[in-house]
């Protein structure tokens, strides 16, 4: 599993804290080296292939994280040769690289692994003709250690998990080598289609081969709540109801819909944002400490956390739930139209472009503390970070003499951009008079390590090839998590936006996001842009 990159602890030289390579503790030293394999993409024609997968595959390529022998062939419908499909691929590498421009060397030995199986889907000889390329392999683990992943329509996932398993690629319990599957979300569009969904995936594969993919976990931060709560003792113990006032969570985000009217008409954020990307954080930043940093061990306990959130009735979603969608404004100096004016958008359309959530975790840990989510299109700034408030000072000394003015202590994890984490407390303002006000300090990963950190698909896809299943989500956590959501769209039926539930683009949401943490005596504390 990687963890945070260089986690260093203090170390004692000529009385200063100095850090160097001694003072690292390496955690993945004794972790499996990726094994020689193929890896097969099916919807290898589409987007996600080209902006996402092939650039990742590359970059780990020209880092040297890939094995020696390796393959990676695509599998779609359209008529290519070999040379074509890495002619496709070099343009758009040379759109999508994350180093520009792209290496010629680097990327004519990368090529040479790169081929091309034409076939569809529902055929059944389309899977013959993939086993004879594979067959042609002259190392026997590129014939036996399979990574498929699925880059196509959820819908089509039983049809090649059905098709594989029948060609003998996909055996439930392999005897030579290893076969994975890598499935892309949405997982399900509610309960009972995410339980059918997994049903179809586990019919043919066991759940050890099913590998789903959420790529905001490959994020270096996010990954890095684990390093920061359970290595630091002093921020450990303070993890709890005795010390924390409430959380918030925010996933602001400053485009709107677009072009993908049609998709969001669909899910909407509940269903885009919430259910995946914010419950997995949620999760990351409440759970228990596990027995270990195994897989199941972290998974189990982030499931336990998911299924300790207090469920929602329907008078619960009205009192804790808020809608929200964007009419036109401006965002960053440009006019911005609204979610109804949108293409592909019904003009009296209810779905929800902003979601704020009040949620109460049932367990002794977090008993009576209030954890607010919240997460839009089009608000004034692109960013993700958690928000740990601390309760305010006793109402004596300082607090009695500044009341509001005295600042809550608070720790903010930065997830994107500008990664990082800042401490807020207060501290006296310099000069002949007494006077406090709020101050920060700030750790920066980009000045602190400078290195650059792993993409996440470039994360995510090295952890499937290596079996190691941490940063994946199990069929239990996608379950519970769609409990929670189905039970609040179920609290919105037949229920229209409000007036109070708009917002302008270029806003931080509806005046009804204001009033839920109103009523318990909180305010919303917006990302700001790091200098």
Known sequence: MYLAAGFAKLARVSGTDHFDDSTVC???????????????????????????????????????????????????????????????????????????????????????????????????????????????????????????????????FGVAVEQLHRAGLLPRHPTTGWQRIVVEKPFGHD???????????????????????????????????????????????????????????????????????GYYEEAGAMRDMVQNHMLQVLALVAMEPPVSLEAESIRDEKVKLLKSIRPLSADDVARQVVRGQYFAGVVDGQSQPGYRQEPKVNPNSNVETYVALKLFIDNWRWSGVPFYLRTGKTLPLGASEVRIQFRPTPNVLFAAACGAKLDPNALTLRLQPDEGISMRFNGKIPGTQVGVRPVRMHF????????????????????????????????????????????????????????????????????????????????????????
């Open 26 to 156: 390496r955690l993945d030293t004794q972790r499996k080296l990726v094994e020689p394999c193929s890896i097969v993409i099916f919807g290898a024609s589409g987007d996600l292939t080209a902006r996402k997968l092939i650039p990742a595959l590359y970059h780990l390529f020209k880092d040297k994280q890939l094995p020696t022998a390796f393959r990676i062939i695509g599998f779609a419908r359209r008529e290519k040769t070999d040379e074509s499909f890495r002619a496709e691929l070099r343009a758009a590498l040379d759109q999508f690289s994350r180093t520009q421009p792209v290496a010629a060397a680097v990327w004519s030995e990368f090529a040479a692994h790169l081929v091309y199986c034409q076939g569809d889907l529902n055929d059944p000889a389309a899977y013959q003709k993939l086993e004879q390329r594979l067959t042609a392999f002259n190392d026997p683990a590129l014939r036996h250690n399979l990574l498929f992943y699925l880059a196509i329509s959820p819908s089509q």
């Open 444 to 531: 920066s990963y980009d000045s602190e390590f400078g290195a650059y950190t792993p993409e996440a698909y470039e994360r995510l896809l090295l952890e499937a090839m290596a079996g190691d299943a941490t940063l994946f989500i199990r069929r239990d956590e996608v379950e519970t998590a769609w409990t929670i959501v189905d039970s609040i769209r179920k609290g919105w039926e037949g229920k229209p936006l409000t007036n109070r539930e708009f917002y302008a683009a270029g806003t931080w949401g509806p005046v009804a996001a204001e009033d839920l943490l109103a009523h318990s005596g909180h305010v919303w504390r917006d990302p700001q842009p790091i200098k």
């Open 191 to 261: 309960l009972a289609s995410a339980h059918t969904l997994n049903s179809e995936l586990t019919q043919y594969a066991d759940e050890n081969q099913v590998f789903r993919i959420d790529h905001y976990l490959g994020k270096e931060t996010v990954q890095n709540i684990l390093m920061f709560r359970f290595s630091n003792s002093i921020f450990e113990r303070l993890w709890n109801r005795e010390s924390v006032d409430h959380i918030q969570i925010t996933v602001s985000e400053k485009h709107a819909v677009g072009g993908r009217g």
